[in-house]
């Protein structure tokens, strides 16, 4: 199994990185507002340790990410100068910029820097052969250092350029401490579960949560299903959802998800009710409705009071807990509560002795907005790459990692 093989991968401990020039790959892809300014600085900050362990050995950095989704070449709303703000103040020193990352620029600004000091590459997406995992494009960046480390778990499950091709080039690589650790929690409730076992699966689609939901039935004692998904398993068994959403194909396979709980002796547990409303809007009219019985033209956006309840009293004494996916459209205030009042919840199971992990991108969110993050035991910066691990799947970005 490949979980037992990252075990070969080098740890960050075990380099001295003195007079070294470090490539590290991090997942710097935040969001940012209007203005250009960061509005979650998570993925940053957790960064802050592998890059000191490098600078306080005496080497020097040199940092590399993507930033949201640039289609053709740079674009100014995705340019990684706008974090440095952020960086420089998590650091406490000046950055240097290099405005591409690849080039004549990067190449002097990489071969001037001395012990001590960090270079931030412009977004690699700005060149498509980043995405595609261009070799050529690869070992122009291997050029930039001599030693690689990958701290970019969010990206592991991407072949990518500088997430698995580049490590290639590179005798001297390693994982670095978010890398490490990820895989390390992630391990926790793949083969180290302590009993109670409760899964929270939300989100919108069951089709993207199939092969991890089957996987935790073979581990979990209960699995909870929130989020839009739960209105496609009320709708196969006969109930009337209204507008709610629907994968009309995966009917047959929500009966199928509800036979292999029954079989395994799993306890699996559907919202009894929802807050729905008559429009995808904050603003719509709302009412509580039974899941079986929401009218035409209402749509479930949140999990009702019997699901709080219900969803509430399953997490009481769970000894691990995984999220992932949020309970209802938490990002509109009104629909949010569901998802806050399950946070609490996994907070209070968690303080009373209990392991959690937050399964990355919007539960990640949630718990993060809410400032519960340093009260659950880790919060994933990886919500696809922590899916497809634990699923079983190979990760590009780990696998170059092992020698």
Known sequence: MFAVQFKKMKNINSISFAGKKALVRVDFNVPLNAEFEVTDDTRL?????TIKKILSDGGSVILMSHLGRPKDGPVDKYSLKHIIPNLEKLFGRELQFANDCIGTEATEKSNALKAGEILLLENLRFYKEEEKGDLAFAEKLSKLGNVYVNDAFGTAHRAHASTSIVAQFFTE????????????????????AEKPYVAIMGGAKISDKILIIEKLLDKVD????????????????GGNIGNSLLEVDKQELALKIIEK????????????????ADAFSNDANTKVCNNNEIPDGFMGLDIGPEAIKLFSKALEGARTILWNGPMGVFEMSNFANGTETIAHAVVD?????GYSLIGGGDSAAAVNQLGYGHRVS????????????????????????VD
């Open 45 to 49: 900050t957790a960064t802050v340790p």
């Open 173 to 192: 690589k390693c994982a670095g401490y978010v890398m490490q650790s990820e895989l390390d929690n992630a391990q926790k409730v793949l083969d180290a």
């Open 222 to 237: 209960t699995l909870i299903i929130g989020g839009g998904m739960a209105y496609t398993f009320f709708k196969a068994q």
């Open 261 to 276: 709980a029954k079989t395994k002796g799993v306890q699996l547990l559907l919202p009894p009710d929802s807050i729905v």
């Open 349 to 353: 199971a968690t303080e009373k002795g």
């Open 378 to 401: 880790y919060v994933s910066t990886g919500g696809g790459a922590l899916l497809e691990y634990m699923e079983g799947k190979v990760l590009p970005g780990v696998a170059a990692l």
